[in-house]
């Protein structure tokens, strides 16, 4: 045809070529994608994790399936591997018994007992879904704080690795003083927004390793881990008075809000979520009958 060049090739090519080996992203993650613990992951960064029904677990499946350490993943160099660590059932990954070690590749799926997991490369699409998922199970969505049912995972984990280490813990538990007048005179949103701010507040008082929750209406909880009752005095009695120092104004009015905090620490019959909880719970309850906007120590 005229105009075109047939004897010399002129079309631009794009040049093809393995390149060089893509390197495996720093971090990634195994999701639960079947069975108990749906949609709970764990990240890989540096230090290898270990999934298990343990509940100090790094990936805690509390399924009788699953052995109390049953699996370890681990960065090595540009690679990530699995190691099966003698579960009776051993490991499958896509469907294939491991012995020893096994490199893992995006997708993955990796059997443990009746549950399902799946080895995801850290900047893939469907990573990110997962996250979304996860944040949607896990945080309460009007304060952004992790929700009660998150909390409680967490807290028994918490637990049970203070006192295998015999290290402090703490437990706060927070409720918002005369709350339903507000909600009955400026309007449940209003009521809302007071919540919103009070959670910023809890989350701005938290340290990284503190577990930040909102626990029911207006209780929030807060699971202190390195801290004994002297600490976590301290930080209560700082934080009740962010709470009764910050403007609020439900409905454009002024007004001050003030929280009652009970707390407990792990030790002698407070070795449990639940004995925990009951004792940070009647402490709350002094602090409520004793005049409110005060922090009261479990006795
Ligand atoms: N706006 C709003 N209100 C809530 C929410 N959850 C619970 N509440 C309200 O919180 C109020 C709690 O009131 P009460 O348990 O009677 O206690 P209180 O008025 O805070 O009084 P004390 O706890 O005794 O200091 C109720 O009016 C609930 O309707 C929520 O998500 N948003």
Redesign the pocket.
């Known amino acids: 045809m005229p105009g075109m060049d047939t004897d010399h090739d002129t079309t631009q090519r794009t040049a093809f070529s393995d390149g060089p080996l893509r390197p495996a992203p720093r971090s990634a993650c195994v999701v639960v994608i079947h069975g108990e613990s749906l949609g709970r992951r764990a990240d890989i960064g540096d230090a290898p994790i270990v999934v298990g029904r343990a509940p100090e677990s790094d990936l805690s499946i509390p399924h009788r399936s699953v052995s109390r350490e049953h699996c370890r993943i681990w960065r090595d160099g540009n690679a990530y591997r699995i190691r099966d660590l003698g579960a009776t059932n051993g490991t499958r990954v896509n469907d294939c018994r491991i012995q020893g070690d096994a490199a893992l590749a995006d997708g993955d799926q990796i059997t443990l007992g009746e549950c399902i997991l799946k080895f995801i490369s850290q900047d893939s699409v469907e990573a990110q879904y997962h996250e979304e998922i996860y944040q949607l199970a896990t945080h309460d969505a009007?304060t952004e704080l992790y929700n009660r049912r998150h909390f409680t995972e967490m807290a028994d984990k918490e637990i049970a690795r203070a006192i295998r280490h015999a290290r402090p813990l703490a437990l706060c538990i927070l409720?918002?003083?005369?709350?339903?007048?507000?909600?009955?005179r400026y309007?449940?949103?209003?009521?809302?927004e007071?919540?919103r701010r009070i959670g910023a507040l809890v989350r701005q008082h938290a340290r990284g390793e503190d577990l930040p929750a909102r626990i029911?209406?207006?209780e929030f909880a807060l699971l202190l881990p390195e801290c004994d009752l002297v600490a976590a005095t301290a930080f209560a009695e700082r934080l009740r008075e962010a709470v009764a120092a910050a403007a609020f104004a439900p409905g454009g009015e002024p007004r001050r809000i003030t929280v009652?905090i009970g707390i407990a620490a792990l030790g002698f019959g407070r070795d449990s979520r639940s004995t925990l909880m009951a004792a940070a719970d009647a402490a709350l309850y002094r602090a409520?009958s004793e005049g409110?906007n005060r922090v009261y120590v479990d006795s």
């Open positions: 009007l409720d918002v003083d005369l709350f339903k007048p507000v909600n009955d309007g449940h949103n209003s009521g809302d007071v919540l029911g209406g207006e009652s409520k409110r």
